[in-house]
Every structure is written in C-alpha cells, then in structure tokens.
C-alpha cells in the first residue's frame, strides 16, 4: 500500500471537507477534497485518485450517481461511502461494483483508515 | 182547381180528401216515432209526395252536432243522393236569396228551364229545426188545402224531430254517463289494486312498519315486525305499549319517553332501540323513526313509523372508529419516525464533524513532534461543530416541546424555515432544488406552530415525492410565503412533478385517496383538516408550466397575534431563508 497514494473527498458539506482531509493526511493520504460529484468528475485528479470517500446525500449528483457514472466511465475507483443517514434500506444494496463500505457519520478515525485500506489493496 | 169551387159535390170530396189526409198525416207519429232525422225527413217526403204530388221537395235539417246540415231531396218523386240534394239547397239558395229566413211564402221561380211555384216551410218557429221547400209546375200550387196539409205536416215533422233530437241528446247522455261509470270503474278498480299493492307493500317491505292512532294506540303493524319479535297483531293491538316488550330493557325508558313525548306534542320522533329478534334471542339495534300525517286543519291522522335494523351499521361504524384511532396512531407513528430520521441527520452531520476533528487533533498531538498548531486548528472546529451540534438540538426541542394544541402567535416564515432545514438532507437525497421566497413584511397568524409545521412539511414532502422519477427537467421546487389582499397569509408550496389529474382532483383532499404507491393518503386530509382548524383553508392547482402549487391561507392576526406584531423583532424575517443557517 503506497503511503501516499491519493484520497479523494466528496462532501457538499463544508466541516466535512475542512476536518476529513487532516485526518486522512494524518494516515499519510495524499488528499483533495470537492464539494460536488460534478466536480470531481471533472477534475485532473480523478485519474490519480486511488479511494473516493463520497458523501451520499448531495445536491445534483448524489453519492449513488457519482458511484454510476465512475462505472459507466470504466473507472472502478474503490468507493467509501459516507452518511448522516441511518435508513439502511437506501445503501445496503448499493454496496455492489467498486463500493468498499458504507460509514455513518459519526464515524470512528480507525474504522475510516480500514476501510481506506480495504480500497487500497483492492485497487 | 177552380172547378173544385164551382161544384159543391167536388168541393165536398176535395174537403173529405183533404181530412183524410188530415187523419194520415196525424198517424205520421206511429211511423216515424223512434227514427232519426234522415228517415223523419225521408218519411215526410214520401207522405208529402203522396198527398201532394210536388215536382221538387227538398229537405233541410240542422244538426245541432254539426255545421254542415242534413239535406234530402226529391225531384220528380225521384230521391237524389245528397250531394244532388246539396246542389238543389245551392241552386234555392240562388234563386231566393242567400237568407233562408226571407224567401217569400210562395213565389214563382225558373228552376231547370221550367217554371215552378216554390213554398217554403220552416221547421220549428224560428226555423232552427230546419226548413221543407215544395215545388210544383203547377201556378195554383199550394193551394189552401195543401198549405194546410203542409204546415200540419210540417208541424208533425217538427214534434218527432225534437222527440228524435231529445232523444239523441239522453242517448248521448247516457252514453257519455255509461262512458264515466266504466272509466270510473276502472280508476276504482285500479285504485283498489293500488292500494291492495300498497297495503300488501307494507306488510312486505324488509323494514318494520306500523302506524299508531292520535291517541298512541298503534292501529296497523306489518309482517316484518311480527315475525321479528314473534309478537302477534292481536297482542300488539291490545294496548298501547304492548310493543315495549320486545325492546331491550335498557332501552325501554328512552323508548317510551320518545314515543309518548311525540304523541302527546305530536310531533315526528326517531329513536334508536335494541329489539329482540325472536329465532335466536339476540338484540340487534333499530332505529325507529315516526312522522305526524295531518289532514288539511293541521290536526293529526296518525302517526306512520318505521323501524329499521341498523346493527350492521352500528358495528361498522365501531370498526370504522376503531380504524380511524388505529390510523390516527399510525400517522403519528410515522411522523414520529421521519422526524426522527431527520433529527438523526441533523445531529449526525456536527458530531461527525467533532469525532474526525478530535481524532485528527489527537493524532497531532500524538506525532513526534507533536503538530500543536495543526492540533489547535482542529479543536478550534470540534468546538465550532459542537455548537453548531447543540444549536440543533435546541431548535428541535423548540420544535417538539409542546406536544398539546396551542394557540399562540406564529411567525410563518420562522416555521416555514424550521421545517425546511430539517427536510433539507431528504430533499437533497432526493435531488429536488428548493428555493425560498418568504415575504418581508409577513404578519403574524394565530394558531399551533408544531401543527402549521407538520402542513408546511406534508406539503414539501409531497411536492418532492411528485418529482421522483422525473428525468427530463430538474426537480425545482418554491416555497413562498405572502400577504394576499384579504390580509391572509398564504403559503404556496410549487413544485415541477407529475402536476394533477384533473379528474381527480376534488378528491386530493379525501382521506385514505392516494397517488402514490405506498402512500396512505392521509397527509392532505390532515393537512386540511389543521388548516380549517386555523379557519383557513388549503387548495392545490396546476402550475401553468409542469407541475402543481399547493397552498394555504390562514387569517392574520387574531388579537395576541396582532399585538406581538407590533413589538416583534424586525429581523425575524428575512426576505430569502439562508438554508446554509440551519
């Protein structure tokens, strides 16, 4: 697993993309951070990036569709999936594809870094 | 004929001729009695032709039924047919003048080239019977004789024509008289069969059905009764309250006091009762209705009453009470479960926050060399995300503190914008784009805030869910709030969804009618029945573009309202809501 090998972070919400990239930079990651789905699609970062923790719930594209359009791009990048919302009906079957894992907010630093890790090697 | 005078032996033949035909003339009434006009006037041609021997008889008689006359000829003692005789009445009525009434007695006329004398005879003293005119080629024609043979003629004529007509007229009479009785007859008849239809109606209808004299005697109880309480009409008959034995003993005092109250007052009654229903024992509640029947004074006939077997309603309606408490509990169940799926959202966003900003923070403290700047930085956050963290708790517990309906002044837009933040997460899953237009001068209403807020949200939550699925334009949605001309405060919800059906319109508001797969369609009944609560009201309508609006208009004010009015904080209102506040 290369220590630096780049994360990427998906949150519209603005604490998340403040406090999650020290945390991951504490692990060592490489990290960008984008407020939307779109933007990160669009970015010269997306080849690079190894692992995307991606918010579900967003204006325009959700966490789902990003997740589609990296797959009809054939461009498998392991997901983690982040969310404050408890309604497992809405994720558990998406965990499919390049999706690794799916962590409620609040999540834990080590259950984060184990699912990164999981990302990694499966990349 | 002037010989006749000459010679006193002639003269006294043509005298004894002339008595003779006197007597047969008189004997007429034999020969005609119980004939009709046409033979009269036939006979009395024949009898003048005999006695006179007339080139021309004609004949005329009104018929009193009918404009056109009877009209009857002779010429030459030949009968004509009657449209001859016409022509002969036509021809007269040239030669001596269109009114029949002033031909001269005896005139001379050229009737088809050959000259005649010409006698008319009215019948009747007007001649409203009709009239006889004879002719004759003969100048002395008619002579004394023969006018008096006339004229008694004439007169025998008239008396069988009016025994003839007074006849026809008792015929007639009697026909018609004949025709009454047998349509009478029949209506009688008819009646009778109605009204056997009816009594036997009664005895069959499937409800108990009785009648009761002024006096509370019941006077007429069908079969359905009887064979439901197994009671007899002799035992029914035999005194006023006989029928209180087949009522539930529980029931019998508010029965009895119904019905004598009617009687006594006479007025209609209806009461509910359980009757014992003789096969199995059971009672099984009626409802027993009576109304007044009055003749045309206003004084009473009897009463006429029903009693019908409403125990299936009854049960229906305990089930129906026993759904509607379920439903109501249901209702709450999932409000309380999507509120707390918000609340959840709303407290987890911050605390996540806390947890990976500590986590970092203890990480940096944990380097070598610790990172103290970076770690300050992000204690810095956790506690900024701690407020923020309890700023969220302290507006749900605004939010749900009070749980009793209340009534106190409520700014719309406040509420509106509570509302919004915590479905704003659901909406973003969803992808629907909400803007807010609230207005700025917005007076404040009077009502139940957590109640006008689980509206403003059954409104968002169905606006979103008209727009799942929508793919070929971007799932906008408005939430507005304004003063409309009446000094109402409305709030519109527009949304750019599936819009209505027309057809199904006037139904969105009836409880348990649904779009939506899974929905229970209650929201909107709920919704108007807060609303009306409010005196308000609520209303959806097409968008002209894509889409609907749904809304409601409360009254402002109310007197505590109007008051706080005037002291509150001009800032609590903004004319956008900053969603990024909540």
Known sequence: MDKHSLVSVVDDDESVRESLPDLLKEFGFAVQSFKSGEEFLASRYLDQTKCVI?????????????????TGRNRPIPVVFITAQRDENVWSNRLRDNAVACLLKPFSDTDLLHAIRTALRME | MDEQDKHPGEEVKRLQRCINDLVSLLALPALWSGGDASRIARTLMDVLQRLLQLDLIYVQINDPTSDAPVELARLAQFPVTSLQAREIGAELHGLLGDDSQKWPSRSQRCFRDKNISITPQRLGLEG???MVVLGSERSDFPKQTEELLLGVAANQAVMALHEARRRSEQKRLADELDLRVVQRTAELAAAGEQLKLQV?????????????????????????????????????????????????PDDREVALTSYWEGIRYGRDFAVETRFRRVQDGTYRWHLNRAVALR?????????????????????????????????????????????????????????????TNAGTCLRMLDADPPNIAGARETARRTIRDGNRA???????????????????PVDLNEAAKEVVALLLSKLQRDGVILRCELADDLPLVAGD???????????????????????????????????DETDQVRLNVQDSGIGLNPQTANRLFDAFYTTKDGGMGIGLSISQWIVENHQGRIWAQANDGPGATFSFSIPSGGRMASQLNSVRNPAASNSRANLKDF
Not at chain 2, 210 to 234: A, C, H, M
Not at chain 2, 460 to 472: K, P, V, Y
Request: avoid cysteine; glycine fraction near 8%; aromatic fraction near 4%.
């Open chain 2, 449 to 483: 805030r957590v109640q006008l807020q689980q509206v403003i949200m059954n409104l968002l939550q169905n606006g979103s869910d008209a727009m799942i699925g929508l793919e070929d334009r971007s799932r906008r949605m408005l939430i507005q709030t304004e003063r």
């Open chain 2, 200 to 248: 036997g109606l009664l005895d069959l209808i499937p409800v108990a059905t009785w009648t009761i004299r002024p006096d509370g005697t019941p006077d007429f109880i069908n079969q359905k009764w009887l064979e439901y309480t197994g009671q007899s009409v002799d035992y029914v008959l035999s005194e006023p309250q006989a029928w209180i034995a087949a009522v539930h």
């Open chain 1, 54 to 70: 991606l918010d579900i719930a967003m204006p325009g594209m959700s966490g789902f569709d990003v997740q589609r359009e990296l």
């Open chain 2, 390 to 408: 309890s700023e969220v708790i302290a507006r749900l517990r605004a939010l749900f503190s009070r749980r009793q309906a209340t009534t106190e």
């Open chain 2, 128 to 130: 409203e019977i009709g």
């Open chain 2, 295 to 355: 003749d045309a004074e206003g004084k009473i006939i009897k009463f006429v009453g029903t009693s019908t077997d409403i125990e299936d309603l009854k049960q229906s309606q305990e089930t129906l009470r026993g759904t509607e408490a379920e439903l109501a509990k249901m209702t709450r169940v999932m409000t309380v479960g999507q509120l707390t799926a918000s609340i959840a959202h709303e407290v987890n966003q911050p605390l996540s926050g806390i947890i």
